[in-house]
């Protein structure tokens, strides 16, 4: 026990967030809102058969993030094939950049965004010429 199972990521613009991850990361969406008695979609973020885990968008109870406070909370880092590719298409819709893209020497490489809502998340590609 104790291994990560879920993830939530809150936000106040529901269907902006849903295409944003959407788009970026290719993720599917499944309305629970009727088991969490509020917003809640259920994220699909890949093939059961693959490393990872699913997650959820669900209704921010409060105010937004303010850009440049800490961290509160968890940031999740997805892997992707290829990091240039999905950099452009966080612009692309509405993400921000938050930490530039940095070697992890002989591992990967990594670094974090933004999304519209103001949320952190991080995105890894495993390279090991990375440095």
């Not at 879920?6 to 969406?29: N, R």
């Not at 699913?54 to 940031?75: D, H």
């Not at 591992?107 to 390279?127: K, R, S, T, V």
Request: aromatic share 12%.
């Amino acid at each position: 026990m104790g291994r990560v199972v879920h993830f939530e990521i809150h936000v106040s613009d529901m269907e902006l967030a849903k295409k944003f991850y959407g788009e970026v990361f290719g993720w599917v969406f499944e309305d629970w809102s009727s088991y969490a008695g509020m917003p809640y979609f259920g994220a699909v973020t890949g093939d059961a058969n693959e490393m990872g885990i699913n997650g959820a968008l669900m209704q921010r109870r409060g105010a937004a993030p303010e850009p440049g406070q800490a961290m509160n909370g968890f940031a999740c880092t997805m892997g992707v094939a290829d990091y240039d590719a999905t950099e452009a298409k966080i612009l692309n819709n509405g993400g921000k950049l938050a930490l530039p893209k940095y070697a992890l020497p002989g591992m990967a490489w990594q670094g974090y965004y933004m999304d519209p809502e103001g949320n952190l998340f991080g995105i890894h590609q495993p390279d090991k010429n990375a440095k």
